[in-house]
């Protein structure tokens, strides 16, 4: 799939917002006054920075509202009204905590909740498409939550929990890799299901219906080289995990939690920039694009 | 609006014969010219005389080859449009409500009024049946030419699908698949149709036909020549001729 | 609950519809031109139009972008940089015609052979050639001598009408059918109708194709023969059908001149004192001419005389196919096509020939009178284009394929292949071309026609050729259809002379319809001693940008199809059915919005200002206004005028006074009008008496014309004795080897000529081109939704091939022939001869041109395989350079060619480039929203 950046930005930030949200929910910390106005400021620049982020790559953003309409069955639908009530209730309680020096536990928990909820449906987007296998598992929404939750753990300076949970992160990230990477061949989705031809023997693309590209070529059937993925991957492993938990380790002050967040925010969107980028959708068999390795 | 209907009225679809198709691509051109004056946003191209031309089409035309066990490697032409699917995962995922599937007949369409241009519904879509307009930012698909086949304004038997209405090989058939009688039904029975990634779980409403065996005619050997020669050199030709022509 | 938007699905479709001819292409459909707001809104097929039943190709579609393409000329030009730079300067069309008629009426005072009018894909030759020959020039034809020559010629000759789009397989009931060297086709919507018919009975198709696209993709059999080799191939399944006796002897007796004695001295034919050949009676004996009432002629007949027996054509045709060098195992590997396989197709074709034979119960007279119960029909058909005509060897070849389905009894027979009128008509009654040259006044008849023998050959008193082309000479002598790919050439050697101007329409000379196009350049930019362009003249005729126009001197742009009348004619190529006559117009749907006028107007104009006789009223103004003008009120025969429909008071066909409301008629009825031919006559046309009474009421000929099918041709038999040595006019010492083994009366095969100029173990690969279907040659490639579909060419090479120089898609090689190297991207094909490479035809283009942007990916990843072909053949060590072509008819051999392939570094362009030509119209906008009317 093409690597948009407006989608990586924000899932990316988004998703450590609502992390954010999350631990601020349930009072991990529980600042007071400025320095909850600043958590929350940060939480919220994440989370709706990344949601006007995700409009940029519409054709038609002025219709944006209309996205709340379809929450029955579609999780973007879901995660537009999760995340508005995340933020609702979020808001609600920041006041408490700006204003009033209050923290409205149920509130909180309910926001944090709904703020995690956001996350998941923004992954059960991607999840849930049969078309592109590497997405279509539990682990995708896994991830995404564990990256969300590591990220706001670090900002929120959770010492030995963003630890575990940087390592856990890297754990899964690992694995959803090694299961992707077998994934759109692992799958039931084939040249020959897809032509039906499989009967009259082996499959291959002689020439695309245009010698020009198309929507489809372009959002679809973006190739990676495999040299240049590992590469990204190592980098996304060093900067998301790596540097984090080597500065969060020996040294937790501010200044090492800003840089491990930045360089963690960097890995991050590493990683979503390679989740998009080598997502086979299976539109691409069509092409003669997938098949073979 | 983009829950699926339980059931719908009629089912109507096309079945796309892979033995007869051509692939000349007038289904291709007639659909982008009908489409692009009718329902909804004109098809756009970008660049279109420049470097990298571009533009949206709802219909294209793949060619594949195809190499037997044994034998000749075969070539096939493989048209590729919306298959108005059943349980069309592009409807359920669109935030908007803009794509359907119209209860009456099971025609999936997009409202573009409503349309976002999100593009989650070409994600969701296995057989790349969907195309963003890169002018207009809202997706085009396959209407089943839903302006033509009702169309009071057209005769009676222009009221088929524009591609189907072109296709000089005959290699396209639109029809109703609710109903067991009908055309697109038999030729589907008969020829065995199929459904395109089955399982995606779609439930494609179109058909395809596969093509017919090939190359079938088998080498005759010397020894056991079939063609039974009257006479190996002319003179005995001609005492055969002279035998047969007394007849005439 | 599921609420739906609202959707109004009876939208109104178009203001109104107007039905024309496409010119997309040369098939000639009909076509449903929806308008709004008074614009082109969409373009469908004509459901009545006989030729495609409402179906249309993606180029008919694409219509709309061809008639608001950029790349459309706007306004007469007048040259002002070099040649080939492409500045131009926009004038009057007053000061465009003073051009004109200032470079032409000298030019006809004094030597009007040095006028050279040249038409390309011409659709309204009869009238072209009409005013060529009323300005007086010998020099004029169109594009058929490098199209498919071959085949019309081999098929006039020997059946009286050909394949092209001259005849069609009874679709509706033929059983099998065969099918040789064909991408696309004229026919090509009827061809895909056709298939369809067939694919819906069942009725087993086989391609003999080196390559699997396309038709041949669909066919049940695919045969992926060598190419150059059908004729050997051909002949050996005559070889087996023969041995196997399974031939229709009736049909060989009665329609053919099997029977017909050969004098064994010279080869010729007897015939009596008419003229007319001879045949032995079987039920006499005696020797009586061919079409004597009653007979039955003896296909073994014998006629002594003076100690000299001569035998029939069947005689002779028995001993020499019944040779071993025809027999299946003698030509397997030099076709690639096994012995075994060679005869399964031979039982195959007389299973379906004689044991599924149909009979209609028709009754029906032959021309000598007998009466026929029952029409019998051998149900396999054969088609056939330019795979096996644009060889070297390809008209031989034709004539072989006729010659099986003769054997077969499967011409003009239910299930066979039926010709279309006018056709069938015997090659005698054609015209024979003409060369006469008066100043000032027309030539002394038309200019192309049949020659019957070395006396109708176009040479002058000294024996040097009449034309500028070399048609009709001892190089080609039954080059039929001119030889319009030499004529730039020629006119550059000044060999056989120089011309003054060089006039020509509708012909991309400068780029894909031209042999050796880096040359070509060459010869139309080339200067002499005094700074003056070799050919002085070039005036030029286009609707678009396209290479040509860079290299004329006088640019008169012609109007788009939608804009002008046109008239496929009877006189011409008409869009007749095999069950029907039928003939069509183009009128304007729209008016221009440029200063442009249709070419055949300007041609009224001109030959006005010109005084052509035919062109000017006595009192000397202007005769014919317009081209609408002349389609209506030009009379060629009393009661016979370019249109056959609506005469006289609009209910005359064929014959008829001038109808001033024939045009409308025409519009009313959907552009076109069509005449059944009456129950009875469908088929054994050629003899079928009712047939010959209808033809010659509606027209077609002026007294009945049955004739012999000619397996035997006599007039070749006549140009090998001149080659031998007999008779006056005798060919020149250098060729008379090449007549006497080419010209051989039965059809033979011999290997294409490109083979013994070039070693083939140095170029071991064949090169071929093919039609896109949905791309017409040069000009579909400005169209905006077509270019999508091609926007550039690969050269396909087999996957041995692919394997055996390491490559992978896209990757880019050297391709070279002996005459030049060029540089492509490859892409790998499996169904595919091992040892062919091809490519789509013409869509590269040269930067600059067509309203595209330079670095359009037509130019940069497309090519022409014409920088490899050469008009002339390698030299051979004998002082000559042989010209790339059949030696019969002159037909280019654009098929020979041998390539050897190697792998290049990877590159972002193919190879050769040329300078960019400055556009003289622009460039086309950056996007395109085509809606029209204001829903
Ligand atoms: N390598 C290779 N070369 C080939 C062939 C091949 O098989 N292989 N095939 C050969 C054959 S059979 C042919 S027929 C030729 C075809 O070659 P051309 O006859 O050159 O065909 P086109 O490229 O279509 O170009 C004809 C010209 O007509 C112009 N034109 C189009 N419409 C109009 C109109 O309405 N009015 C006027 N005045 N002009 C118009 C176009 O702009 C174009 O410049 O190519 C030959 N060249
Ligand atoms: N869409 C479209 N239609 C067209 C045209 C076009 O440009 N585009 N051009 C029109 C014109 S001008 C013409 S002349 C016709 C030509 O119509 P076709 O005759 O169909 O012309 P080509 O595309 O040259 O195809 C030649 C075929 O012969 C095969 N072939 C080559 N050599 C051999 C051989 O030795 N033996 C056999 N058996 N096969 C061989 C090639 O593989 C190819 O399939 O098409 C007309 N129709
Ligand atoms: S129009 Fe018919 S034959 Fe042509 S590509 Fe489409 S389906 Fe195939
Ligand atoms: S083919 Fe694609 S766009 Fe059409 S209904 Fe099925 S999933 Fe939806
Ligand atoms: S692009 Fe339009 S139709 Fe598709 S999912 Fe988004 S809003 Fe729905
Ligand atoms: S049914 Fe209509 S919209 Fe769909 S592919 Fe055919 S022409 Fe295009
Ligand atoms: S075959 Fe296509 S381009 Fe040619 S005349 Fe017919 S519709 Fe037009
Ligand atoms: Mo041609």
Redesign the pocket.
């Known amino acids: 799939m093409r690597p948009a950046a407006s989608i990586i930005i924000f899932t990316s930030f988004s998703g450590i917002g609502f992390g954010l949200l999350f631990f601020l929910g349930f009072g991990l910390p529980a600042p007071r006054g400025f320095v909850a106005l600043i958590f929350l400021g940060i939480a919220y620049a994440l989370a709706i920075g990344g949601l006007i982020s995700s409009t940029f790559h519409l054709g038609h953003p002025e219709r944006a509202l209309k996205a709340f309409t379809q929450w029955k069955t579609s999780w973007l639908s879901r995660e537009a009204w999760l995340a508005l009530g995340a933020l609702f209730f979020m808001t609600i309680y920041g006041i408490g905590l700006v204003f009033f020096g209050v923290a409205i536990g149920l509130l909180g928990v309910l926001g944090a909740l709904l703020s995690l909820a956001t996350v998941y449906s923004t992954s059960m987007i991607y999840a849930h498409l049969k078309t592109v296998p590497r997405w279509n598992t539990p682990l995708t929404p896994t991830l995404f939550l564990v990256i969300s939750l590591t990220g706001g753990s670090i900002i929120t300076g959770l010492g030995e929990i963003t630890l575990i949970l940087l390592l856990m992160t890297g754990v899964i990230q690992v694995i959803v890799w090694i299961r992707g990477d077998r994934a759109f061949y692992g799958s039931q989705t084939k040249i020959e299901t897809a032509t039906g031809l499989g009967r009259e023997g082996e499959i291959r693309s002689f020439a695309p219906p245009h010698t020009g590209s198309n929507y489809l070529l372009r959002e679809f059937v973006y190739v990676v080289g495999r040299k240049h993925a590992s590469k990204l991957r190592l980098i996304c492993l060093v900067m998301m995990i790596g540097i984090p938990i080597a500065l969060l380790s020996t040294a937790f002050n501010f200044l090492t939690s800003l840089v491990a967040a930045f360089s963690h925010l960097a890995g991050v969107m590493v990683s979503r920039w390679l989740f998009f980028a080598q997502a086979e959708h299976v539109v691409g068999l069509y092409y003669g694009k997938r098949v073979g390795t | 609006m983009t829950e699926l209907p339980k059931k719908t009225k009629r089912k109507l679809g096309l079945v796309i014969d892979l033995d007869t198709c051509v692939g000349c691509h007038a289904c291709v051109v007639s659909c982008k010219g009908w489409n692009t004056k009718n329902y909804g946003v004109p098809l756009s191209d970008q660049d279109p005389y420049g470097s990298d031309p571009e533009g949206t089409f709802l219909n294209r035309v793949h060619t594949y080859e195809v190499q037997p066990v044994e034998g000749e490697a075969q070539l096939v032409h493989f048209p590729r449009s919306c298959l108005h699917c059943e349980d069309a995962p592009c409807v359920t995922v669109c935030p908007t409500g803009a794509s359907y599937k119209r209860v009456e007949d099971g025609i999936v369409l997009v409202n573009e009024q409503d349309c976002i241009g999100c593009g989650l519904c070409a994600w969701a879509c296995p057989y790349g049946a969907r195309e963003l307009d890169a002018a207009e930012g809202v997706m085009k698909k396959c209407t089943l030419c839903v302006d033509r086949i009702y169309n009071d304004n057209l005769p009676e038997e222009d009221r088929v699908p524009a591609c189907v209405r072109t296709c000089p090989s005959g290699a396209r058939h639109f029809g109703d698949f609710s109903d067991p009688g009908s055309e697109v039904n038999k030729i589907s029975e008969s020829r065995g149709g199929f459904d395109l990634m089955p399982e995606q779980g779609t439930k494609p409403v179109n058909k395809y036909l596969p093509p017919r065996p090939k190359d079938t005619i088998k080498e005759i050997d010397v020894l056991s020549p079939l063609l039974v020669p009257v006479a190996e050199e002319p003179k005995g030709f001609m005492d055969w001729l002279d035998k047969k022509l007394d007849g005439f | 609950m599921i609420d739906q938007p609202y959707l109004n699905t009876s939208p109104k479709v178009s203001d109104e519809i107007r039905q024309t001819t496409c010119?997309m292409c040369a098939c000639r459909c009909g076509i449903d031109v929806h308008l709004k707001d008074g614009k082109v809104a969409y373009i469908e097929g004509n459901r009545n139009h006989p030729v495609n039943k409402g179906v249309l190709c993606a180029k008919g579609s694409a219509g709309i972008m061809q008639v608001n393409a950029p790349?459309r000329l706007r306004a007469p030009l007048k040259r002002v940089g070099p040649r080939g730079a492409g500045k131009f300067k926009e004038i009057t069309w007053d000061e465009a015609l003073q051009l004109a008629v200032g470079c032409l009426k000298p030019v006809r005072d004094k030597n009007p052979e040095k006028l050279a009018f040249f038409t390309?894909?011409d659709q309204s030759q009869s009238f072209t050639s009409f005013w060529a020959q009323d300005f007086g020039t010998p020099n004029y034809a169109a594009?058929g001598g490098?199209?498919?020559v071959n085949m019309a010629t081999a098929g006039i000759y020997t059946i009286g009408g050909a394949f092209w789009e001259f005849g069609e397989p009874d679709w509706e009931k033929t059983k099998m059918f065969m099918i040789f060297g064909v991408a696309e086709d004229h026919d090509s919507n009827p061809i895909k109708i056709g298939l369809s018919r067939l694919k819906e009975r069942g009725s087993k198709i086989i391609a003999v194709n080196p390559i699997r696209t396309g038709y041949n993709a669909i066919a049940d059999e695919w045969i992926g023969i060598v190419p150059g080799t059908d004729g050997q191939f051909i002949l050996a399944l005559v070889h087996e059908l023969l041995k196997a006796g399974k031939i229709d002897l009736d049909y060989l007796s009665r329609y053919t001149n099997a029977p017909v004695l050969v004098d064994p001295g010279s080869g010729l034919l007897l015939r009596d004192k008419d003229g007319k050949q001879l045949v032995v009676d079987k039920r006499t004996g005696d020797v009586v001419p061919f079409d004597k009432t009653a007979i039955y002629p003896d296909l073994k007949g014998e006629y002594s005389e003076d100690g000299a027996c001569r035998k029939t054509v069947f005689h002779s045709l028995v001993e020499q196919y019944l040779k071993p060098e025809y027999s299946p195992e003698a030509v397997a590997e030099n076709t690639g096509i096994s012995a075994g396989k060679i005869r399964a197709i031979a039982l195959e074709l007389s299973k379906v020939a004689f044991e599924e034979s149909i009979e209609l119960d028709c009754s029906w007279k032959d021309f000598r009178g007998e009466e026929h119960k029952k029409m019998v029909g051998r149900p396999v058909s054969f088609h056939a284009m330019?795979g096996i005509s644009?060889h070297s060897n390809g008209f031989q070849t034709c004539r072989a394929l006729h010659l099986l389905q003769i054997l077969l009894g499967s011409i003009e027979v239910p299930g066979g292949f039926r010709l279309k009128p006018p056709y069938p008509k015997p090659a005698e009654i054609h015209p024979k071309p003409h060369c006469k040259v008066t100043p000032g006044f027309p030539l002394d008849g038309p200019h192309l026609g049949f020659v019957h023998g070395p006396d109708d050959l176009m040479l002058k008193e000294d024996g040097t050729p009449a034309r500028i082309d070399k048609a009709f000479t001892w190089e080609n002598p039954m080059s039929a259809h001119g030889l319009m790919?030499m004529v730039i050439s020629n006119a550059y050697h000044g060999d056989p002379y120089r011309i003054d101007t060089l006039f020509l329409?509708?012909?991309?000379?400068s780029?894909?319809?031209?042999?050796n196009t880096r040359g070509v350049i060459k010869m139309l930019t080339d200067v002499n001693e005094d700074g003056n362009y070799i050919i002085p003249n070039i005036i030029y005729?286009?609707?678009?940008?396209?290479?040509?126009?860079a290299y004329a001197d006088l640019i008169?742009?012609?109007?788009?199809?939608l804009e002008?009348h046109d008239c496929i004619s009877i006189l011409d190529r008409p869009i007749s059915k095999a069950g029907a006559l039928a003939d069509a117009i183009r009128w304007p749907v729209i008016t221009p919005d440029r200063n442009v006028r249709g070419?055949q107007s300007v041609l009224c104009e001109l030959g006005a200002k010109l005084g052509l006789p035919n062109f000017v009223n006595e009192d000397g103004s202007q005769k014919y206004k317009d081209y609408a003008d002349y389609i209506v009120n030009h009379i060629r025969k009393p009661g016979i005028g370019p249109l056959a429909g609506f005469r006289g008071d609009g209910t005359c066909t064929g014959r008829g006074e001038v109808n001033p409301k024939q045009l409308d008629q025409y519009i009313k009825n959907g552009g076109f009008f069509m005449k059944k031919i009456p129950d009875g006559c469908h088929y054994y046309k050629p003899w079928n008496m009712d047939y010959q009474s209808w033809a010659v009421e509606m027209g077609l000929y002026d007294s009945p014309q049955p004739y012999l099918f000619q397996l035997y041709l006599e007039p070749l038999r006549k140009f090998q004795r001149a080659a031998e040595g007999h008779g006056d006019r005798q060919p020149p010492d250098h060729l008379r080897e090449r007549i006497r083994n080419t010209m051989d009366p039965l059809p033979i095969w011999y290997p294409a000529f490109e083979d013994n100029h070039v070693n083939t173990t140095d170029y071991p690969l064949h090169a071929?081109?093919?039609?896109p279907m949905a791309m017409?040659?040069?000009?579909?490639g400005?169209n905006a939704w077509l270019r999508q579909i091609h926007g550039m060419n690969p050269l396909y090479i087999s996957s041995k091939l692919m394997r055996k120089h390491a490559l992978q898609d896209g990757e880019w090689i050297k391709v070279s022939s002996v005459h030049g190297s060029i540089i492509v991207p490859v892409a790998e094909m499996a169904a595919l001869n091992d040892d062919t490479v091809w490519t789509w035809?013409?869509i590269g283009k040269r930067k600059g041109t067509?309203a595209l942007e330079e670095n359009a990916p037509e130019t940069t990843k497309g090519f022409?395989?014409?920088h490899l072909?050469h008009e002339l053949l390698p030299p051979k060590g004998d002082g000559y350079r042989w010209a790339n072509a059949d030696p019969i008819t002159g037909q280019?051999a654009?098929?020979d060619l041998r390539v050897k392939i190697e792998k290049t570094e990877s590159s972002n362009s193919t190879e050769p480039r040329f300078e960019t030509i400055k556009s003289p119209v622009g460039v086309g906008p950056k996007s395109l929203q085509w809606k029209v009317g204001n829903d």
């Open positions: 010119y790349s390309g894909r594009h490098f199209c498919s330019r644009a790919h329409y509708m012909a991309n000379m780029w894909n319809s031209s042999m005729s286009d609707a678009y940008s396209s290479e040509m126009v008169l742009p012609d109007t788009t199809y002008r070419f071929l081109t093919q039609r017409y040659h040069s000009w579909g400005q035809n013409a067509w022409l395989l014409n072909i280019a654009w098929f």
